[in-house]
């Protein structure tokens, strides 16, 4: 079975960093451009970053210049950097597929003072 499983999530307070990781197991993981999404409470989840195979990325404009996404192929994990936080980046954040409609656990980011 597809699966991804996040870690990484916390509190934080606003100006701060946090790295997200996730591990994805059952596709052969080097083939396929990968994204981070989140979903914040009331909000329909949206993407965040993109990554292709070969490490081309794109980033949603609220999070350029803040978020760095990588991978590692050889793990099967895919990363996202975050700096600079803020109390509109709380939310729960997934990593997928491009146009894969099934999602995971996620993992809860919360920016507070």
């Known amino acids: 079975q597809v699966q991804f499983v996040e870690s990484g999530g916390g509190l934080v307070q606003p100006g701060g960093s946090l790295r997200l990781s996730c591990v994805a197991s059952?596709?052969?993981?080097?083939?396929?451009?990968m994204g981070w999404y989140r979903q914040a409470p009331g909000k329909q989840r949206e993407l965040v970053a993109t990554?292709?195979?070969?490490?081309?990325?794109n980033y949603a404009d609220s999070v350029k210049g803040r978020f760095t996404i990588s991978r590692d192929n050889a793990k099967n994990t895919g990363n996202l950097q975050m700096n600079s936080l803020k109390p509109e980046d709380t939310a729960v954040y997934y990593c997928?597929?491009?146009?894969?409609?099934?999602w995971g656990q996620g993992t809860q980011v919360t920016v507070s003072s």
């Open positions: 997928n597929l491009m146009g894969r409609d099934v």
């Open positions: 059952g596709i052969i993981f080097r083939f396929y451009a």
């Open positions: 990554i292709t195979n070969s490490g081309t990325t």
